[in-house]
RNA sequence: GCGCGGUUAGCUCAGUUGGUAGAGCAACCCGUUUACACCGGGAAGGUCGCAGGUUCGAGUCCUGCACCGCGCACCA
């Protein structure tokens, strides 16, 4: 009845199929939700993370891509008005980071630039390379409704309204608080950006007075003038909370003040230990609690100030060795441990030491936001995959701290604040109207720093769907899953849950989903300077998108990493072509067959019947449980070991004897479109392209009612 | 220090109310049978980290330990 496509003579060719299938799908419009038909079943959402729109494709994103398009597709063809929605991330620090590495290399410096031409400059460099990364994600695949598609710095009006609903709620504070301060990128973090890393060092004991202090840090000790210890420390009884002991120091005579403290360990070093409240934080709890003087050692270039006598303007690094001397000379240094081991905080972007320096910034206080979220945790308002990532969060939670969301950088969504220049009192200021402090009358300035990018992409779900009055909003949220990276368990997710929860009082997914990391073959991180990067699009032009997706979710269970091993897709590769192959073998047996709408199998073909309808029942569930790498795992098996070596094979014989040759025939041809459809969120190149090429079929059904369909739209078999 | 994972075939990993272990890749043997050599058939391969406990029965539950990885924490 129809002849074979002359494609098939060839083997299955992905370069050739894979772009022409995609705009297939995009001119269907069936991206959309609003153009999908019965879909009787509800609406389903997945909100893309946010792509960095600078960067290019890399493995995870590749991981990202395949699981979050199965489960879109899966739930399409099941009837759900599904919405993807895909979103391109301004990524403010990191952007800036390249950037300046870019100018950088044309021997230029961001600092002394214009504030606005430097933003400008970003901005073009962002939205020149943005068209690349969304090709490359349409590469993938991905089903998304690009139609609805934005871009982080598309929600800055939420993330103003947002910003003065919590001011106005005594949820944000302008404080003058110590911060993590990276002094190569010139401005604050939040903890979650600090890397905490072993490193051995010295510890030196410093005779101060009449006691020892243990310091690693002696470049910050020119200011010390208060000496803690415990009140309980019978070594030290006969000092008093507020003594006043006359000492030489390192550039010459000191009062010091005795304070009693019980933060103080009273098994490390001698006991006692002076303190720099500026520069480290707990000395700065203990200040703060004994309402002691502060005074800044440090400047924000890791350089010593005026206070540090001779060394000042000397950089610390250089300048510790030379200190120890002068304290050596001075008979000042009791001895020195080497080999001393300790956790040294460092920016997890270009490992430079973080120096805590106390700034005036904007902080959330999380209390109050973390105490709802652990409520909606608690009563299972929101289900983890994997479950561990459930106590992770809670601890987290638990033991939050409050949230530093300034940033001295130009690249991101300014903070709509006047700050007072006389009291350093902060307001926000969304229409710019405030023209005097409010609390000292004086003059004010606007804000120069920007926002966290978390903190405006902690409020992407309900942002992207139009909060509060917009039909998707009402239509998509709460939005079903959340589909992310486990590392950014913290610096997104629950920052999501908890904004989410703040601002429209429902959480912002029902579903967390957690990938793992996408390791190399040896099951190493991949990195640039190690060279052991692998592109996702060279595996793709290579095996085929289908083979890498399939590839990707196979045997990967949710969590857990994955070692990327060319093996492992070029094995899919070969699944691809075999499809291929078994629907040239099916079309050739059936071409001159009627199939007819319900099928007579003698016995064994029966049997066949059922079982496939088992495995798919099977399937259905594991699917609804997101257990995607057993689904894929069990079709890819069925597919090979028993439609195509048993079934495939017993119809030979079947057909050549003309023995119950009806019977195989409708088998092979039910099994088979079964199976592609089956296939389909997994494969869906491979899948939609022998599609179009299938005769009229009694078994198609799609949503809306057509007898021949786009297979992306057919119904999910049951 | 606290917490979270992991430890199963050479490699990468599955193993869902406890019932004497599975897949892919690699390696081995045989085979070019007209869908496919990007193939087919066959065989091999594990004291399930260690030590106890619960049980008729434990990879699976409990306790302890070891090693690997990760997260959190203000130990100078």
Sequence with gaps: MVLMDEKFLKPYNPQETEQRIYKLWEESGLFNPDNLKNTDKGAFTIIMPPTNANGSLHAGHGLVMSIEDIMVRYKRMQGFKTLWLPGLDHAGFETQVVYEKKLEKEGRTRFGMDRKELYKEILDFTMMNSSNIRSQIKAMGASCDWSREKFTLDITPTVYKTFQRMYDDNLIYRGNRIVSWCSKHQTSFSDLEIKDEEKIESLYYLKYGPFTIATSRPETKFGDKYVVMHPDDKRYSEYKHGDKIELEWINGPTTATVIKDDAIDMEFGTGVMTITPWHDNADFEIAERHKLDKEQVIDEQGKLLPIAGEFAGQHIKKARPLIIEKLQQKGLVEKIEENYKHVVRTCYKCGTIIEPQIKSQWFIKMKPLAEKALGKIHSEEIKYIPEHYKKITIHWLENIMDWNISRQIVWGIPIPAKICTQCKHGMADIENKITKCSSCGGEVVQDNDTFDTWFSSGQWPFATLGYPDNEDYKTFYPTDVMETAGEIIFFWVSRMIMLGLYITGKVPFKTVYL??????????????????????????????????????????????????????????????????????????QTKDFKIPEMPSYDEEDKKSDEELKNLIQEITKEMDEYKFYIV????????????????????????????????????????????????????????????????????????????????????WPS
């Design 515 to 588: 990938h793992g990391l996408v390791l190399d073959a040896k099951g190493q991180k991949m990195s640039k300077s190690k060279g052991n990067v692998i592109n996702p699009l060279d595996l793709t032009a290579k095996y085929g998108t289908d083979a890498f997706r399939i590839g990707m979710v196979v045997g990967n269970t949710p969590g857990t990493s994955l070692a990327l091993a060319e093996d492992r897709i070029k094995g899919y590769g070969k699944f691809s072509n075999k499809i291929w192959n078994a629907t040239r073998f099916v079309l050739e």
């Design 632 to 715: 894929a795992e069990k079709l890819y098996h069925y597919f090979w070991h028993t439609f195509a070596d048993i079934i495939i094979e017993r119809s030979k014989k079947k057909i050549l004897e003309n023995r119950n040759a009806d019977s195989a025939k409708a088998l092979l041809f039910t099994q088979l479109t079964t199976l592609l459809k089956t296939l389909h969120p997994f494969m869906p190149f491979v899948t939609e392209e022998i599609w179009s090429m299938l005769p009229e079929n009694p078994t198609s059904q799609s949503s809306d009612g057509a007898s021949k369909n786009l297979l992306m739209i057919e119904k």
